[in-house]
């Protein structure tokens, strides 16, 4: 993993400048360096930073929180939830087409990229931006999630009228970085088969986020 290989957007790199010189981000760095070295890690190490890539800072309208990257051969690339082209869906992301079409009546796409997402401004955050092959979670508590907190405070604290969707409980501890009376905060069970009857179904996050944007003059999401 080369630093020509890695690199991030330009208004993030401003935008998250402090962080990068922090002792947990150059420790980080190292260790997932020495990871891409020796082991399969996903994403590819030019898509680490994909969502911000996609999704400029002043770009940004939704942020939607995952926990990890999809860890299967061929799937991650740096979006949480999103599968390049050709990927079978994964059980979380059938579920929120499922919710999609009941909410806006949009049939289920053919592609599970969510490029199209990223690039209206939906930011599509992990907490963890990388992991091992086949390791569910291999890289929590690595420096990632410190960095992923970051981004998530100083987007509250220096943009107006996002919304944050948060499914799961993993995600909703992450209300506790948000101004609440400056963004949207719309919270539901996680997407998953495990959870998703649970009330993640009819949660109607979709129309509820585009209903807030235009009540700030925002333009929409095409879900």
């Known amino acids: 993993m080369s630093e020509k290989e890695v690199q991030i957007e330009s208004s993030w790199k401003e935008f998250l400048q402090e962080e990068f010189t922090k002792s947990y981000f150059m420790e980080l760095r190292e260790f997932i360096r020495s990871e891409y ?29 995952g926990q990890d990257p999809y860890h299967g051969k061929g799937q991650a690339h740096g979006l949480c939830f999103s599968v390049n082209d050709g990927i079978i869906f994964p059980p979380s992301l059938q579920n929120i087409f499922k919710e999609i079409e009941s909410d806006l009546g949009k049939p289920i796409p053919k592609s599970g990229d969510l490029s199209r997402w990223a690039r209206q401004g939906v930011l599509l955050l ?27 405070q100083k987007l509250s604290s220096e943009r107006q009228n996002l919304v944050f969707i948060l499914w799961g409980s993993f995600a909703q501890k992450k209300e506790a970085l948000i101004d609440t009376k400056q963004h949207l905060i719309l919270k539901s069970p996680h997407p998953s088969p495990l959870s998703a009857h649970r009330g993640f179904f009819g949660n109607r996050h979709f129309s ?13 999401i095409d879900w």
């Open 126 to 152: 992990n907490a963890s931006l990388t992991v091992v092959e086949n390791q569910a979670g291999s890289h929590q508590n690595k420096g990632w999630e410190i960095f992923t907190d970051a981004v998530i």
């Open 37 to 65: 070295r020796a082991k399969v890690i996903f994403p590819p190490a030019k898509q680490i930073f994909a969502a911000f890539d996609l999704c400029p800072v002043k770009a940004v309208k939704v942020v939607i929180l």
């Open 208 to 220: 509820k986020t585009n209903e807030y944007l235009r009540t700030k003059g925002i333009s929409d």
